[in-house]
């Protein structure tokens, strides 16, 4: 009967698609479709479907992880977070609310999120709705410019890139907002952090993102590389590395022609691996930043989790649709994502 019922709300969804398209309005992408995932050894066994269970949304985003193992994922245009419960149905966590691209939890188990849709660019806490607050909403007298993806420490700080450029800022309870890292070149999009909390994440990905170049131009743009950093005890970061170089960048699987270099979102799991949303699919790294695998998705992917009551299933957000994968790998279990 679940899987009845996942079916008939993609079903719905599509045929809703098609009748947006059909009233004269900007058409949406063509109705996602299910991929399979090849083999990678102690991540995902090949052969697992790579399932749509939401499709038609406007667009999907900022994939977290409630404490009981509830997806919660950001349908910004539609001003609302969506989730996906522990037994894998879709419904609205919460509605009527300003978008973004990002969700984390703090040690209060407040929703932070950065906020760059409404009256302000920020970074805030939207649920419980009764103690929404703004966090942080600029930098030495200067309003942020387009807050996007993020990362919630232990001690409640919040590491957040900038959309469009290559900064990452930190803001920590109590203390002034901070720049850890600013680079004129690279752009800066998905962020995360290692379990320990030692290591700073960040994808990079070209400033041609949506461009006509060939693919073997494209890496003169930037954007090759996951880059990581030491973490030091007042938040700043030192030692920035190329960590992990990007798989070659293929068009989707369903041959749509946007191609993007370089990564979105980014996620760990139990044993340090890294997860990147890219063109090519979920691109899995070691903890030493060689490349595993990849898990195609028949859209281009905006970020992904782990989530479920033990955080072996992934979830993946793409271009107004939600894809969920049976994983051997378990997700970090300390943090949202």
């Known amino acids: 009967m679940k899987l009845k019922a996942g079916f008939v709300v993609v079903f719905v969804l599509r045929c809703a698609?098609?009748?947006?398209?059909?009233q004269g309005e900007t058409p949406l992408p063509?109705?996602?479709?299910?991929?399979?995932?090849?083999?990678?050894?102690?991540?995902?066994?090949?052969?697992?479907?790579?399932?749509?269970i939401v499709d038609g949304l406007k667009?999907?985003?900022?994939?977290?992880?409630?404490?009981?193992?509830?997806?919660?994922?950001?349908d910004y245009m539609a001003r609302r977070i969506g989730k996906v419960d522990p037994h894998g149905?879709?419904?609205?966590?919460?509605?009527?609310?300003?978008?973004?691209?990002?969700?984390?939890?703090?040690?209060k188990g407040r929703l932070i999120t950065s906020l760059k849709y409404g009256k302000t660019n920020s970074i805030g806490v939207i649920w419980p709705q009764d103690r929404?607050?703004?966090?942080?909403?600029?930098?030495?007298?200067?309003?942020?410019?387009g807050p996007n993806d993020l990362v919630v420490d232990k001690r409640d700080g919040v590491y957040?890139?900038?959309?469009?450029?290559?900064?990452?800022?930190?803001?920590?309870?109590?203390?002034?907002?901070?720049?850890?890292?600013?680079?004129?070149?690279?752009?800066?999009?998905g962020i995360t952090l290692s379990r320990d909390e030692k290591t700073l994440y960040v994808a990079t990905q070209s400033r041609a993102a949506k461009t006509t170049l060939s693919i073997a131009d494209l890496p003169k743009e930037g954007g090759e590389y996951i880059l990581a950093f030491d973490v030091q005890p007042d938040g700043t970061?030192?030692?920035?590395?190329?960590?992990?170089?990007?798989?070659?960048?293929?068009?989707?699987?369903?041959?749509?022609?946007?191609?993007?270099?370089?990564?979105?979102?980014?996620?760990?799991?139990?044993?340090?691996?890294?997860?990147?949303?890219?063109?090519?699919?979920?691109?899995?790294?070691?903890?030493?930043?060689?490349?595993l695998g990849t898990i195609p998705v028949?859209?281009?992917?905006?970020?992904?989790a782990f989530a479920g009551p033990d955080k072996k299933m992934l979830y993946i957000v793409a271009r107004g649709a939600v894809y969920q994968v049976a994983m051997l790998a378990e997700g970090y279990k300390g943090r949202a994502k």
């Open 237 to 291: 970061v030192k030692n920035r590395r190329n960590f992990a170089k990007y798989e070659i960048v293929t068009q989707r699987p369903n041959g749509t022609p946007d191609v993007r270099f370089g990564g979105d979102g980014l996620a760990i799991d139990g044993q340090d691996r890294v997860y990147a949303a890219t063109a090519a699919g979920i691109q899995v790294f070691s903890p030493q930043g060689k490349h």
């Open 30 to 52: 063509p109705p996602a479709t299910d991929t399979i995932a090849p083999d990678i050894p102690g991540v995902v066994k090949g052969g697992t479907k790579v399932q749509v």
């Open 132 to 145: 929404k607050t703004i966090l942080a909403d600029s930098i030495d007298g200067k309003p942020f410019e």
């Open 160 to 189: 957040f890139t900038l959309s469009g450029s290559g900064t990452v800022l930190y803001a920590r309870p109590g203390a002034k907002v901070i720049t850890v890292f600013a680079d004129p070149v690279e752009r800066i999009n």
């Open 89 to 107: 149905k879709p419904a609205t966590f919460l509605s009527g609310t300003d978008g973004s691209s990002a969700i984390g939890f703090d040690s």
């Open 59 to 74: 667009h999907t985003d900022g994939p977290a992880t409630m404490a009981d193992g509830t997806l919660l994922y950001w």
């Open 298 to 304: 028949s859209r281009n992917p905006n970020n992904l």
């Open 17 to 22: 698609v098609t009748a947006f398209g059909q």
